[in-house]
């Protein structure tokens, strides 16, 4: 299916199928008042009902700008686009008067312990990920907002990211690898299972959050270079023990195959998984920790050269889930110190909380909010 739905209980974009690329987008909101904020909302509605169902931009009086950039010629193809916009808790300091509203886990990401964030790449009124086929459907998709946006927005930060291609020779299942080189998204909850979904992702009635938040989900964004030439210098062997897999198949050092469960319950030494390993931390999997599963859907990213002659690429991580403080903050807590950290680096990202999705076509996003 090439084109993505922008009605809906719930945003697209998040438990969609990962898109070939991604972009995420940080925002300042320069409205100031309540009313500029609903005219900013209804204006995303708008452009995103456009962009992501295609279609064919108005012609015009030559003397004027073209309404489109024509970036994709001048009919507008949907391109398998999602575009989900997520705010930030800054959107709800005294400037729209909508601090009573705020999620109640909405805070500004805090700095982890191997973090070093900076601030061109962090935080962030307003966030939209934009996902589809091709990158330049999404460029064309930032352009336009960017163009209908003059006095609401301003871009704070970018990261574009990529998911590689399936590998078809002689690869049965089909998680793609990250830039170490391993399989990324095996152990990943069911994007299609919604009662799973309904647990783990999208906010439900009877939880803590305001009414407003209903059907809405924590969305966390961090860009965490690799520092992938001491990777490439590092032992298959200790590459496996950091993150606790194979890396041709992406089996679970208990196991075989990719898919094939880890088992801990009869190692409680480390001696089959270390301890330490990056999936034993991230998920030991007892049953406390089921209230910790986390959506991941990140990209990959390829930035260039640093000032030092490095490559700056990295892991683009995007995470979904309703109760921010078991989910990623918990498990990003578990991770702090692991072995892994020696070649990674979080620079940016932030906590965004997705709004829920929009009605039907007299709707607009974040209509409950307003
Ligand atoms: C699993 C790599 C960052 C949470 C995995 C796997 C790999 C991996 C290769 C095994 C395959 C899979 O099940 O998907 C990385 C790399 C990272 C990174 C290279 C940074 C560059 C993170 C972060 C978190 C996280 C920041 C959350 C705080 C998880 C979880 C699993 C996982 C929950 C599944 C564990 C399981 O259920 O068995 N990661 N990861 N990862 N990772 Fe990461």
């Known amino acids: 299916q090439d084109r993505q739905p922008y009605l809906g209980i719930y945003q697209a974009g998040v438990t969609t199928p990962r898109q070939p690329m991604g972009l995420v987008v940080a925002f300042d909101v320069l409205a100031t008042k309540r009313t500029d904020l609903e005219r ?28 489109d950039s024509g970036l994709m010629g001048p009919v507008v ?6 575009i989900t916009v997520g705010v930030g808790a800054s959107l709800f300091d005294q400037r729209f008067g909508l601090a009573g ?47 209908n946006t003059p006095d609401l927005l301003m871009v704070r930060w970018r990261q574009e990211g990529f998911v590689p291609p399936p590998r078809a020779a002689g690869e ?32 439900q009635p009877d939880s803590s959050e305001p009414a407003w938040a209903i059907n809405g989900t924590y969305g966390v964004v961090r860009i965490i270079r690799n520092f992938v030439e001491r990777w490439d210098r590092t032992p298959l062997q200790e590459q496996e023990s950091i ?13 075989k195959a990719e898919l094939d469960l880890p088992v801990y319950s009869d190692d409680p030494e480390g001696k089959r998984t270390p301890l330490d390993a990056h999936i034993r931390l991230a998920n030991p999997r007892t049953p406390e920790s089921l209230k910790n599963l ?60 997705i709004l829920p999705g929009i009605a ?8 409950s909010l307003l």
Not at 77 to 82: G, H, Q, R, T, V
Not at 307 to 325: A, P, R, T, W, Y
């Open 40 to 67: 900013l909302f209804r204006t995303l509605t708008e452009r995103i009902a456009f962009l992501t169902q295609g279609g064919t931009p108005p012609v015009i009086d030559p003397k004027f700008p073209p309404p």
């Open 77 to 82: 193809a949907p391109d398998n686009l999602s």
């Open 101 to 147: 509203k705020k999620p109640s886990q909405l805070v500004r990401m805090p700095q982890f312990s191997n973090d070093a964030l900076k601030e061109d790449l962090c935080h962030g009124d307003l966030m939209v990920q934009i996902c589809s086929n091709t990158t330049d459907t999404n460029i064309h998709a930032l352009r336009d907002i960017v163009k």
């Open 172 to 203: 049965k299942q089909s998680s793609p690898r990250n830039l170490l080189g391993f399989k990324d998204g095996t152990a990943n909850p069911d994007h299609n299972n919604d009662v799973e979904m309904k647990r783990l992702v999208w906010v």
């Open 243 to 255: 993150i606790g897999r194979h890396k041709p198949t992406g089996a679970p050092l208990t196991g």
């Open 294 to 353: 986390i959506l991941r859907r990140p990209f990959n990213y390829s930035n260039g050269v640093t000032k030092s002659g490095q490559l700056d690429m990295g892991l683009l991580f995007i995470c979904f889930q309703s109760d921010l403080e078991a989910g990623f903050a918990h498990v990003q807590s578990r991770l702090n110190g692991e072995p892994l950290e020696e070649y990674i680096k979080p620079v940016g990202g932030g906590y965004f909380f």
């Open 360 to 367: 039907d076509k007299s709707a607009f996003l974040g209509q």
